[in-house]
Nanobody
Framework: QVQLVESGGGLVQPGGSLRLSCAAS????????MGWYRQAPGKQRELVAIISRVGSTNYAGSVKGRFTISRDNAKNTVYLQMNSLKPEDTAEYYC????????????WGQGTQVTVSS
């Protein structure tokens, strides 16, 4: 089992920055593909960014160039640096871990709220 705990959310003005952290415990996450998803009220959960075990990244078009996903396997932690935040980035942000080698070995965190508002 992997436990994922997100932190770093909060209220920020448009144009501001936040860094989300996802601390994993229970297992080393070095082989896991890690991702950040978000869900706004009344909308479906959507992929924000993913990073593979070798560091390859992929981003949703709406955040490309503004958000950066990274991982520190020594700390068993994944980060999401969010810059130039917009009101439409307001959502609950969730961390996700997926083992690409074993089916159904995937986990979600409990989420952290990001609100972008003046």
């Amino acid at each position: 089992q992997v436990q994922l705990v997100e932190s770093g959310g909060g209220l920020v003005q448009p144009g501001g920055s936040l860094r989300l952290s996802c601390a994993a415990s229970g297992k080393a996450i070095n082989i896991y593909t890690m991702g950040w998803y978000r869900q706004a009220p009344g909308k479906q959960r959507e992929l924000v960014a993913i990073i593979s075990r070798v560091g390859s990244t992929n981003y949703a078009g709406s955040v490309k160039g503004r958000f950066t996903i990274s991982r520190d396997n020594a700390k068993n932690t994944v980060y999401l640096q969010m810059n130039s935040l917009k009101p439409e980035d307001t959502a609950e942000y969730y961390c996700y871990a997926d083992n690409p080698f074993i089916a159904r070995d995937d986990y979600w965190g409990q989420g952290t709220q990001v609100t972008v508002s003046s």
